[in-house]
């Protein structure tokens, strides 16, 4: 179990210094984070490569945010006096999410096994 622990932690540390900016918007629902820490982040290390310990891993997340929906306030990124005045957006903010799925969203894939393969296969053999 501790593995799911160490995993679920470093979610929450991924995703409060993952910044949604490119999508225009906050995510709002768990899948689009829990799909950016896969492809972006290092979820596929922390989840030994497994499948089964994605899916648990997933379960432990949500139950986790939805006890503490502040695990995924986006804290920023440290910058400088220039830097932030060159950017202001990316200031600390609460995210919320309200639901694990997107029931209008049928073409995430995050809880696919062949998906999850994939990003695996594609971070243990990066293009040339």
Do not use: C
Request: aromatic content about 14%.
């Amino acid at each position: 179990m501790k593995y799911v622990e160490a995993a679920r932690d470093r979610f929450f540390e991924f995703t409060q210094h993952y910044a949604t900016a490119a999508y225009q918007k906050d995510f709002t629902h768990l899948q689009d984070y829990l799909a950016a820490w896969l492809e972006d982040g290092d979820g596929v290390e922390y989840t030994g490569r497994s499948y089964e310990a994605w899916l648990e891993t997933a379960v432990h997340v949500a139950d986790a945010l939805f006890r503490d929906p502040s695990l995924i306030d986006y804290v920023g990124t440290p910058k400088t006096e220039v830097e932030y005045a060159a950017d202001p957006s990316d200031d600390a903010h609460s995210r919320r999410v309200v639901g694990i799925v997107d029931p209008n969203d049928s073409s995430s894939l995050v809880f696919d096994r062949q998906y999850y393969n994939v990003i695996a296969y594609r971070q243990d053999h990066p293009s040339r």
